[in-house]
Every structure is written in C-alpha cells, then in structure tokens.
C-alpha cells in the first residue's frame, strides 16, 4: 500500500534532554556555532578509570523545573515517582513533557484511548551504592561474599522499590500515567536503534488506525561507573591528552573511537488531520522508516548490510528518491569499523549521490547518547530542515579514503528531506526518512 493510501503521520512536538542543553533552540544554536556537550564527568567519580569526560546532560539535575511547565497535580505525582526512576527515566519523563508542551497537548486536551507510547531505552544498570550496604553484611571470614547470608543479611536491607528503578518498561509506564495515556504502549531494548525503532512502530500503529497520537521516544546513557567500564571493555572509546571536544569525530581519518554521552528525545506523533483539527503545528512529516538485522551464524553483525537494507527500507516507503535528499542524518559513532561500514552502506544505497548529498552526525558534538541518540539527531534534522540550514559535521577535518562521505560543513540548505540512520555493532539497524510538511 502507498504512503498516500495510508494515514499520514506528522510530529507536532518535540522535547530533549542532550548534553548541549534542554531547550531545541539553545540546542540547534549550539550545533551551528559549533559547540561541543562533552566536558569533565561530574555525575559519579572517575577516580582509577582511563577515562574522566563525556557528553554529560549538564543541565539536567532531576529538578522539578527540569520537566518544562508543569499542572500542579502533575507536579506533585512526577516529585513523587523521582523515587522509582533512574536518571534515564527522569531524562525520559522529562523529554517527554516539553514534547507534550511543545506540541500544545496539555490540560486534558487528549482522548486518552486514542493516544499511547512506545519508548525505547539501553539495558538500565544499578548504580554500586545501591549494594554497598548490602554486600558488605554477607562478607565470609576470608573477605568473601558469603551467599548464604544474602536473604537474612543482605537482600533486607536492599531499598524496597529498587527494582523499579531499572525496568527498561518503566519509561513507557511513567509517561503514560501521569499523561493518561491509555492506548498502544511498547517498550523496545535495541541500543542506538531503540529511537528510530519507536518512531516506526509509532507511525504503523497510528496507520493501523489503532492510535491518532503517539509518544515515540528513547533514553540512554553511557554516563554511569558500570556502563563506563563496560563501554572500555566491548566498544572503541576515544580516549586522549588533547582536547576531548575533539575526540569524536566521525568518518575523519584521525578518529579514533565513540565519546561516551547520555541524553533523551521524545517526538509527538499524530495523524495528519487529527493534527489539522485541532489546529497543531505541524513540524515535519514522517514519511518512511526501515528495519533490518544482518549478522552471521556467530552472531557478528554486519552493520554495512543491515544499514543499507534500512536505509533502503525507508527510501521505498517515502518514495523520495534517495539521491533527492537534502541531507543523511548518519549514526556517526566515530570508531574505525563503524564509520567504514556505515559509509560502504550509504554508497549502496545512494549510489554516485553519496559524494554531494551532505552529511551530518550530532553525536560528532555530544557523543554517543546510547538508545537516546536517535530522537535527539531527528529532531535537530528536523530544525534544520525549518530553518533552511545545516549544522556542520564538528571536528571533520580529512575524510577517511574508506569513507567517501561529503561532510556538512555548516550553511548548506537542509533540504525537504532527511534519512536518519542508527545501528548496534551487533548488525540492527533502523532508518527513518522525515520531510518537511507541505501540506
């Protein structure tokens, strides 16, 4: 069936938290002048780790304020769920406010059946504290861990709810109550593919016709003592004496591994007249979006493969020529494989276009956000398509030979379209092709 048989899906909001900031203008600001998020780890101590900075969301304390504007009740019941969140939860709860803001969705001005939630996140990890009392009451008499004092000892003085705190549902559960949502809600544990995953799960259900508005959305963070370590032993991570705003620095030939970041984006997703009636701005328009896994009988993904075959995916169903568009969106993550494959996969899919159509990757300013990556990217494509303009492609200075790729070097119109591309090293992959709405 074609796009123009089906329901139309447009956003009509927006809301992040990134480590550039939490407000969409400061944040585009920041990505056309250049800045950079990643700056000294305050969150925890990096005291005996390699690595001591990181795209930190900064301005993101867990302060009430942080959640935009809020209806008192609504005020009282998310201070009150702080105690059963983790800060990607927060970040997400709070993401997804200034979306329901930002698109004029408050105050009971929703048919709660018809609007639901998919939400995507990382693995969500406890922090050490959370153990330390509890472990050090099973110690064994050689200074072991002493298993069978863990259900008297140790398991009782564990905080009641903490287990909620890490549920990678929780995200989903949080928004949808304290927004009475009562239609679609999913949860999706796909890594840096988790965003664009939402936002195409959220567009089928609303052409399904099972939803006329959905919050689609992702949260992530790789800023995090366990996370941090696991990162240095799976992942290349940049790591360096020189400047660390200049460590990521995607498909340029001196890049030399992913910076480590946290952050969320939520999109408000609607069907086109049901956006109309009410008399919402429309921001873009979704157009397609792809999904693919590639790996071999090992489990070894092929990220080459599985991007192309997404990218492909989501240029079929937009019907946009891919060698039309005004702008990639790329994953970006910086490390040697990575970029090379990801490059190889847009040459296959944009063929000799791939030398004029620019390029783009915020995560060349703010790091890897993890799962929170891919609604934070979308939705600076998004601003650059409405305000005719690109952001430039930080720290690139020579392209890599295995990369040919045309960098953004900041000014270049935005253009009609954008395809935004995610992957895990573990070969899932997701694209989404956005346009901007012309009625």
Known sequence: MSLSAQRRVVVTGMG?????GLELDQVFESLVAGRSGVCEIRGFSTAGLPLHHGGEATEFTGDIANYGPL??????????????????SQMAVAAAQRALLHAGLVGGTHEPTRCGCVFGSDYMLTMPDDFTTSVA?????????????????????????WLLLY??????????IYNDLQGPSNSLTMRESSGHLAVGEAMSTIQRGQAD????GATGTRIHPMKTVHALQSCQVAMGDGDPTTWSRPFDVARAGMVLGEGAGVFVLEE?????????????????????????????????????LAMQRAVEMAGVPAASLGHVHARGVSTTLGDRGEA??????????????PVVAAKSHMGNLGAGSGLVEMATSIIAMQRETLFPLLNHQTTDPDCPIQPARGGEPAGESCLSVAATPQGQAAAVMLGRFRG
């Not at 992040?16 to 550039?20: N, Q």
């Not at 072991?144 to 709810?161: N, Q, T, Y």
């Not at 549920?167 to 949808?176: D, K, W």
Request: charged fraction near 25%; proline fraction near 5%; include cysteine.
């Open 16 to 20: 992040v938290v990134t480590p550039l």
């Open 71 to 88: 209806e008192a009740p609504q005020k009282r019941a998310i201070r009150k769920g702080q105690k059963v969140m983790c800060r990607e």
């Open 137 to 161: 009451h099973c110690r064994s008499e050689d200074g072991g861990f002493a298993f069978d004092k863990w259900a008297e000892e140790g398991l009782p003085r564990m905080a009641p709810l």
């Open 167 to 176: 549920l990678p549902n929780m995200p989903a559960s949080h928004i949808a």
């Open 213 to 216: 508005v959905m919050l689609a």
């Open 272 to 308: 086109l007249e049901h956006a109309v009636a009410r008399g919402a701005t429309i921001h873009a328009e979704v157009l397609g979006h792809g999904a693919r896994t590639a790996c071999d009988l090992r489990g070894v993904g092929d990220e080459r493969r599985a991007i192309g």
């Open 344 to 357: 190889a996969a847009l040459g296959d899919v944009l063929g000799e276009a791939v030398g004029r159509v």
